[in-house]
C-alpha cells in the first residue's frame, strides 16, 4: 500500500466564500487568486478531487493525505473569524473523506492564534475523521517552540494527531532570495529547519515524547545540522536551556517525509531518522511536487522492509489504517 502523505487541496467550500481563493484555467494553466495576488505554482489540479485521484492512480498511489493550501491555515484573521474559516474548511475535507474513504486521510486546520481555542478544536477533529492537523511552521511570526503553544502541544500528544508541518511559503529574506526562485528552493526547507530546531531546543518533543509530528520536504537541513545542535546545546548557554536530552534524541522523534528529489538523500535520511520515521510525499499539485515519489523511493535501494515502511507502512500506522497485503 503507497500512501502520499503530502498532498494539498482547496475544498470546493471555500470558492464560495467572500474571503475564501478563485481558482480558474487560462490557456491551460492553473491559476489561483488569493489577496489580490495570483499563483501560478499550482500546475496540477488543486479542486476536483476525482482528478486529483486520477493523479494519485498515474503515480501508482493507492491512498492520500489530503491537507490544505497553507495560505488558507486562516492565521491573519481574528481567531474568532478564524475558527469560522477553519470549520467551513475542514467540513469540505471531512466530506472527502467521506466521500473515499478508501482512498483519502485528511488532515485539518485550527486557529493556532490562540492556542486554547486550537486545541479544544482538535480535540473536536480528532473525534471525528481526521488524522490530525496541519500547521504553518510558525505563527504571524511567533516560533512552533514558544511556551504559548504548550496547550496545543499537550491536546496533540493527548488525542495522537499527526501534525504535519508545512512552511509558511513566505519565510524567506535577504539577499538573493528573489532570485532564481530561491525564496522556494532553499527558502521553503529552512523555514522548516528553523521551527523544528525551535521545537527541539525548546524542549517540547523532550516534555511531549509522544508527540507525532511530520517535517515537510524531508526536514530541510535539519539532519545535516545535527552535530551543530548537539554541540551548540552542550557548549551554548541559550542553546541548552531549556532541552534536557540530548537533541538527537528529539530529532530521531520527528517523522520526514520524502521530498528531497535524491535517491541519495533519502537514502541519508532514512539511515539517520530510521526506516519507521519517513513517510513517502509528493507536495501535490505544486510545480515543485515530486509527481512519482515511489520511483524515487525505489531508486533510493532501501532493504524490503524499509522501503515497505516508507511507500506505506509508517503513514498507515500513523494514520490509523488498515493495510491489505
Not at 482528478?51 to 490544505?68: F, K, S, T, W, Y
Not at 493550501?69 to 467551513?88: F, I, K, M
Not at 523555514?191 to 524531508?218: F, I, K, N, S
Request: hydrophobic content about 50%; charged content about 20%.
Amino acid at each position: 500500500m503507497r500512501i502520499d502523505a503530502h498532498a494539498h487541496v482547496i475544498v470546493s467550500e471555500l470558492l464560495r466564500e467572500p474571503w475564501g481563493p478563485r481558482v480558474r484555467w487560462e490557456d491551460g494553466a492553473q491559476v489561483v487568486e488569493l489577496g489580490g495576488r495570483e499563483i501560478r505554482s499550482a500546475v496540477r489540479d488543486f479542486v476536483d478531487v476525482d482528478a486529483i485521484l486520477a493523479a494519485q492512480d498515474e503515480a501508482g498511489i493507492d491512498h492520500v493525505v489530503l491537507c490544505p493550501w497553507v495560505n488558507l491555515l486562516g492565521y491573519d484573521a481574528p481567531a474568532d473569524e478564524a475558527l469560522e474559516r477553519c470549520r467551513v474548511q475542514n467540513a469540505g475535507l471531512c466530506g472527502l473523506q467521506a466521500a473515499h474513504p478508501d482512498r483519502v486521510s485528511v488532515l485539518g486546520t485550527v486557529p493556532l492564534q490562540d492556542p486554547v481555542v486550537a486545541a479544544a478544536e482538535l480535540e473536536a477533529l480528532m473525534d471525528s475523521a481526521f488524522a490530525g492537523v496541519e500547521i504553518a511552521a510558525s505563527v504571524n511570526g511567533v516560533p512552533l517552540g514558544d511556551e504559548r503553544f504548550a496547550p496545543f502541544w499537550a491536546a496533540a500528544e493527548a488525542t495522537a494527531a499527526l501534525v504535519f508541518i508545512h512552511p509558511t511559503t513566505r519565510g524567506s529574506a535577504g539577499a538573493g532570495f528573489d532570485d532564481f526562485y530561491l525564496w522556494n528552493l532553499v527558502g521553503n526547507p529552512m523555514e522548516t529547519t528553523v521551527a523544528a530546531a525551535h521545537l527541539v531546543l525548546a524542549g517540547v518533543l523532550d516534555r511531549h515524547p509522544g508527540l507525532q509530528v511530520l517535517l515537510a520536504h524531508g526536514g530541510g537541513a535539519l539532519p545535516a545540522l545535527r552535530g551543530r545542535l548537539r554541540h551548540g546545546w552542550s557548549a551554548v548557554a541559550p542553546a541548552g536551556a531549556k532541552l534536557r536530552e540530548d537533541p538527537e534524541a528529539s530529532l530521531r522523534r520527528l517523522y520526514y517525509d520524502t521530498v528531497v528529489f535524491d535517491p541519495d538523500v533519502l537514502r541519508e535520511l532514512v539511515a539517520f531518522a530510521g526506516a519507521d520515521h519517513v513517510l513517502l510525499g509528493s507536495d501535490y499539485p505544486f510545480d515543485m511536487a515530486d509527481a512519482r515519489p515511489a520511483e524515487t523511493v525505489a531508486a533510493a535501494g532501501l532493504r524490503p522492509a524499509e522501503e515497505a515502511a516508507v511507500l506505506g507502512g509508517n503513514a498507515a500506522r500513523l494514520l490509523g489504517l488498515e493495510v491489505h497485503r
